[in-house]
């Protein structure tokens, strides 16, 4: 097949989940179809590197350049929204300049599949091709369901203007997200709960569950990796991304005392970028903010164990299947799973609240023999059921199924 890949961001070199996914599925499809990628990248972007590293799985890489906005610059496009009928992150990526090359390439090219990643760039006339030739059909990949992170946040935001400004927000995001599903050939989910919950709002959806994954190669015990030191807890992931943020926020104020006091010893790690004032006050001798680092991989290995406290969000959460891919224990909420086809006690533990989480990590912690049962049995988990050329293949069924329309 020939399938242009439309995204919000250039999918290589991957440094947070949604990149993982697109670069996953995008590597293991271009194994067998012919993959031209149009990416969308903020003004002074190291293009030359995304070029290079994208070069390696697709035919084709086309990115176009975006304004870099400062936090300030962000909230007036904020602002500017609640005044338009279109959500934020709609008007944010809907550019000219992306639909006159996206226009552009369907116009001189005949396409099997156009596949965007996220609805809010689901814009303009996808469905084109050059006189004569069929029109592509056309899939979408969800992230997430984005109008409910979005409805979920704004229940939790703790400031006034953010809350209202999310319950604006959410609305319009559903509007445009429903839309999409109803207008697109296919949609993809990284979960049967998300392909759920949009099948009761549209009945007629065609759609697929194509869940995330990890490269079993890259992420896996080695044997020149730190040991682990039997006291060290692991959060990771993007810290500017809010439900890590609340996660990270929950697992501090509410379940760090009470492991602090049980299990003296404990360290607890937070690695990932740009984490947020409030994260940063949270730092002390037992407490290490490593912010961003060019490999998880050795703080994974010299970790005792991994948590994802999470308590908002969509789709299935890399984190948990990266930590298992390196052999590590996992404790996450029942949410934070949500999508895993994990069981409870024998691939991971989960507690959804504070008082069985802490519990769950001091049992861990104090009982190695029960840390590498958890990991051995999530990596074999992992191994069966979420490398990238399973997922991808569960896409290539969902785009032959529209095909054969």
Not at 179 to 189: E, P, Y
Not at 293 to 302: E, G
Not at 355 to 377: I, K
Request: proline share 6%.
């Amino acid at each position: 097949m020939k399938i242009l890949f439309l995204a919000p961001f250039a999918a290589s070199p991957a440094g947070f989940g949604a990149q993982r996914r697109v670069e996953g599925l995008m590597a293991a499809l271009g194994r067998r179809h012919e993959i031209t990628a149009v990416s969308i990248v903020p003004e002074g972007a190291d293009r030359r590197a995304a070029e290079r590293a994208m070069g390696e799985y697709v035919s084709d890489v086309v990115l176009v350049e975006r304004p870099l906005w400062d936090g300030r610059g962000k909230r007036l496009l904020q602002l500017r929204s609640l005044l338009s009928g279109r959500s934020f992150l709609r008007g944010l990526y809907d550019l000219p300049a992306v639909r006159e090359v996206v226009d552009r390439m369907l116009s001189a090219r005949a396409y099997d599949v156009v596949n965007v990643e996220f609805p809010f760039l689901a814009t303009g006339s996808l469905a084109k091709a050059p006189a004569g030739a069929p029109l592509p059909r056309l899939v979408l990949d969800e992230h997430n369901i984005e109008f409910d992170l979005a409805r979920q946040q704004a229940r939790t935001e703790s400031g006034v203007a953010r809350r209202v400004y999310n319950a604006v927000d959410w609305r319009k995001i559903r509007r445009e997200e429903t839309r999409v599903w109803r207008g697109f050939d296919g949609v993809a989910f990284c979960s049967a709960a998300d392909e759920s919950r949009a099948r009761a709002i549209v009945p007629s959806l065609r759609s697929a569950v194509v869940p995330n994954a990890v490269d079993v190669e890259y992420f896996k015990p080695r044997p020149g990796d730190p040991t682990p030191d039997g006291r060290t807890i692991v959060f990771f992931g993007a810290l500017d991304y809010f439900p890590n943020q609340d996660g990270v926020l929950y697992f501090l104020r509410d379940v760090w005392p009470s492991i602090e006091q049980s299990v003296p010893q404990a360290r607890l790690k937070i690695v990932g970028q740009n984490p947020t004032a409030k994260i940063l006050a949270e730092g002390h001798a037992r407490i290490e903010i490593a912010g961003k680092v060019d490999d998880v991989r050795p703080h994974l290995a010299s970790a005792a164990l991994s948590i994802a406290p999470l308590r908002i969000g969509g789709g299935t959460r890399f984190k948990i299947l990266e930590a298992m891919a390196m052999g590590k224990p996992v404790i996450s909420t029942s949410l934070g799973a949500e999508g895993i086809e994990a069981e409870h006690g024998r691939h991971l533990l989960l507690a959804d609240d504070a008082t069985s989480f802490a519990t769950a990590v001091a049992r861990v912690l104090r009982d190695p023999a029960l840390g590498r049962l958890l990991g051995s049995e999530g990596r074999k988990l992992v191994e069966e059921r979420y490398s990238w050329d399973w997922s991808a293949r569960s896409l290539e069924a969902l785009y032959g199924r529209v095909l054969a329309r």
